[in-house]
């Protein structure tokens, strides 16, 4: 696994880590105040980027471009303002909304853009933002 593939998978196994301490720390607690942010992170933050990161391994090349770097760098700092500003405002800092509201639209925006690389890579006339080279070169057995 390489570039863009792998920058998300390993964003993927760090989301896992906190959000699996996150869950484990409201079960020794018994406080589960912060479930949305919990919820937010196995499935926004581990479980979407892990998929991504297979697609942009399964589909490389998907992931030669820079619009698919600029996917993986929306995603990440949206990603770490969204959830880490929903676990400051679930505890209680109201202050921190705007950044909520922030992260969140920029997340969305990264989840557009993959949806515009991937069906236009998978659809499309090739690779977004790359000359179109000969398709039997990326064909591979599995």
């Known amino acids: ?3 863009v593939a792998r920058n998300f998978f390993a964003l993927a196994v760090v989301y896992a ?13 018994k406080d589960h105040g912060q479930m949305p942010t919990h919820a937010h992170i196995m ?10 990161a297979f697609f942009y391994h399964l589909v490389p090349q998907a992931s030669r471009s820079w619009i698919a770097t600029a996917h993986f760098w929306l995603a990440a700092a949206s990603g770490i303002a969204l959830m880490g500003g929903l676990y400051l ?40 933002g790359v000359p179109v080279r ?3 070169i990326e064909k591979r057995a599995y």
């Open 89 to 128: 405002l679930l505890g209680g800092n109201e202050a921190v909304e705007p950044v909520v509201a922030l992260g969140s639209l920029g997340f969305y925006g990264a989840t557009l853009l993959f949806a515009f690389i991937a069906i236009r890579t998978l659809y499309g006339s090739g690779t977004v």
């Open 1 to 3: 696994m390489h570039g």
């Open 134 to 136: 000969d398709a039997s």
């Open 17 to 29: 880590v906190v959000g699996m301490t996150l869950g484990l720390h409201m079960s020794i607690t």
């Open 43 to 52: 499935v926004a933050g581990w479980l979407m980027s892990a998929v991504v």
